[in-house]
């Protein structure tokens, strides 16, 4: 007597058979590791990295940088010249729009007088004006919030401080 098996039986017991199949089928195809050659990018990667050397540089030498700006123009041409010390050609730096007027940031400072001296930790925003010169004023609560290019609407806009001795950015 014949023992005949169901269509999902034969599957069952084809499907691991299969599997064994591929997977030694797989490992003799498999390329040879050279295990030297991946130690040796280890050590280079973990012993002679300059990652950190670079971002040093372009981060913390040159700072914060705008568009166009002396410290854009610093890093980007550290960064060429880096570039074909390690050998590569045809490095340059490419002009790309107009893109209008630069803004460098020298000094700021702010400081509360009375009732008893404290430094304020402040920045200027980007293209702010200049002031030439101390300015006085009252002080006042600023409520400052993020105006993200995407709130920046007829609908919503920063409240007026016209003539209040906040700095125009926040006006």
């Known amino acids: 007597m014949q023992h005949k098996h169901t269509p999902s039986?034969?599957?069952?017991?084809?499907?691991?058979?299969?599997?064994?199949?591929?997977i030694l089928a797989a490992l003799q195809a498999a390329e040879p590791v050279d295990l030297a050659v991946?130690?040796?990018?280890?050590?280079?990667?973990?012993?002679?990295?300059?990652?950190?050397?670079?971002?040093?540089?372009?981060?913390d030498v040159n700072g914060p940088r705008?568009?166009?700006?002396?410290?854009f123009h610093k890093a980007a041409d550290w960064t060429v010249d880096r570039?074909?010390?390690?050998?590569?050609?045809?490095?340059?730096?490419?002009?790309w729009g107009p893109f209008g007027k630069t803004w460098n940031y020298t000094r700021f400072s702010a400081h509360l007088l009375k009732p008893?001296?404290?430094?304020l930790i402040g920045f200027p925003m980007a293209w702010t004006?200049?002031?030439?010169?101390?300015?006085?004023?009252?002080?006042?609560?600023?409520?400052?919030?993020?105006?993200?290019?995407?709130s920046r609407s007829k609908h919503r806009r920063p409240p007026d401080r016209t003539g209040s001795g906040v700095p125009a950015a926040f006006r």
């Open 38 to 59: 991946i130690h040796r990018i280890k050590a280079e990667a973990f012993d002679n990295s300059k990652v950190m050397d670079h971002m040093f540089y372009l981060t």
């Open 66 to 71: 705008l568009t166009n700006s002396t410290a």
């Open 9 to 22: 039986q034969a599957l069952t017991l084809a499907l691991p058979v299969l599997l064994a199949v591929t």
């Open 129 to 150: 004006p200049g002031t030439n010169g101390p300015v006085k004023g009252e002080p006042m609560l600023a409520v400052i919030f993020a105006w993200t290019m995407s």
């Open 83 to 95: 570039l074909k010390s390690f050998g590569l050609s045809k490095v340059s730096k490419e002009k």
């Open 116 to 119: 008893t001296y404290s430094p």
